[in-house]
């Protein structure tokens, strides 16, 4: 099992319970650019099955045991699989999704193995929210605080994998060569959530996980001062504009 897949063990239930899913919209989108009404759709590094909720049928490829539970439990056909290795036959998919997880994967075995599991004219949909969801300015700016903390601590403490920033998922799509058009759009998701999830959402990252399982307290990492400000503004339930960030690269 990759390490990237290591970091998401032992939280894959409180994962499930907060997390965001895609927007539908997406759905639509894909199967008009692929030219498809009833694709056929891989969804990697499908975690728990979240990222697939879109869609009547599709198979989920995953490394985590944990996490391929859950992604079952939830009706998902999901195989053993990494982006670097799916063991799906070739040009078997129409349209292919990849939900928060690019960032984690080797693309220089990764994306020759995503262009051959797609037929010509295939889309594959790299997408993530941008974080944290647009809900108020001052949690907003408590969480920017968080997210500093966070990574200082991971990247002082050795916790950081090396892995690919968001940023740069276009432009290594287009350089791959693997792809005949590659752009990107953003969709909008709104939906609606309390303190207590919000706080969880934020919590609810690998980094993060592991800086409290090393016994970094709440305190240092922000969180209670995340907490503090979230439970003042967002007094039962506020709606969450999120931004869906999607990299389309077409077969
Ligand atoms: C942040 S989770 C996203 C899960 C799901 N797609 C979602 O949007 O909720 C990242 C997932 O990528 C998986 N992963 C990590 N490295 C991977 C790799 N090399 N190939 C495939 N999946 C990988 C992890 O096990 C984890 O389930």
């Not at 004219?121 to 790299?126: E, I, N, S």
Request: with cysteine; glycine share 8%; charged share 25%.
């Amino acid at each position: 099992m990759p390490d990237s897949a290591d970091r998401f063990s032992g939280f894959a239930e409180q994962y499930d319970r907060v997390r965001p899913r895609p927007p539908q919209e997406l759905a639509d989108m894909l199967r008009q650019w692929a030219g498809v009404a009833e694709p056929s759709v891989v969804d990697i590094g499908c975690g728990t099955g979240l990222s697939c909720t879109i869609w009547p049928e599709v198979t989920g490829v995953e490394p985590s045991a944990e996490m391929r539970a859950i992604a079952a439990r939830r009706g998902v056909r999901v195989v053993a699989g990494s982006a670097e290795d799916t063991g799906l036959p070739g040009e078997c998919a129409d349209i292919v999704t990849v939900s928060h997880a690019l960032h984690w994967f080797d693309a220089a075995r990764a994306f020759p193995e995503i262009a051959r599991i797609m037929r010509p004219g295939a889309v594959l949909a790299a997408f993530d929210f941008d974080w944290p969801p647009a809900v108020d300015p001052e949690v907003d700016a408590a969480y920017r605080e968080f997210e500093a903390t966070h990574n200082a601590l991971e990247a002082e403490r050795g916790l950081r994998p090396a892995f690919a920033p968001k940023s740069e998922h276009l432009e290594r799509l287009r350089h791959s060569g693997l792809f005949r058009h590659v752009n990107e759009v953003c969709l909008h998701m709104r939906e609606s959530g309390s303190a207590e999830r919000f706080v969880a959402v934020a919590a609810s990252q690998g980094g993060v996980v592991a800086l409290l399982e090393e016994g970094v307290s709440e305190d240092e990492l922000g969180l209670t001062r995340l907490r503090e400000v979230a439970e003042r503004r967002i007094t039962e339930q506020k709606t969450w504009w999120w931004t869906c960030r999607v990299r389309l690269a077409v077969r």
